[in-house]
């Protein structure tokens, strides 16, 4: 078992930047990548970033390329989304999602190929 905790989230203006951390505890030692998602309302969850948890590759969905950031401490087994220039559309609930499952064609870009989830925390950016 992996247990995830989310924080960072609040309100903030447009424009302003926010940093959300998640926090790795349990059975850490078969992650093999962390990503976050976030469901605006209304809306399906979807993909923002991920990062394998050996090697330096990051994925970004387009809407935040060039605005977010995801980095790994992996002594502390916490992975970071660091946010800029924020905007209206970035509000939304912010999902860690751990990938133990090792398959063999991984993509991060998709919900399936995580196993573990945090609870979430609330990101809300104002015009």
């Known amino acids: 078992q992996v247990q995830l905790v989310e924080s960072g989230g609040g309100l903030v203006q447009a424009g302003d930047s926010l940093r959300l951390s998640c926090a790795a505890s349990g059975r850490t030692s078969n992650t093999r990548a962390m990503g976050w998602f976030r469901q605006a309302p209304g809306k399906e969850r979807e993909f923002v970033a991920a990062?394998?948890?050996?090697?330096?590759?990051?994925y970004y969905a387009d809407s935040v390329k060039g605005r977010f950031t995801i980095s790994r401490d992996n002594a502390k087994n916490t992975v970071y989304l660091q946010m800029m220039s924020l905007k209206p559309e970035d509000t939304a609930v912010y999902y860690c999602?751990?990938?133990?499952?090792?398959?063999?064609?991984?993509?991060?870009?998709?919900?399936?190929?995580?196993?573990?989830w945090g609870q979430g925390t609330q990101v809300t950016v104002s015009s």
């Open positions: 990062i394998p948890w050996t090697v330096g590759q990051t």
């Open positions: 999602a751990a990938d133990t499952l090792s398959s063999r064609s991984p993509n991060y870009t998709r919900e399936v190929e995580y196993d573990y």
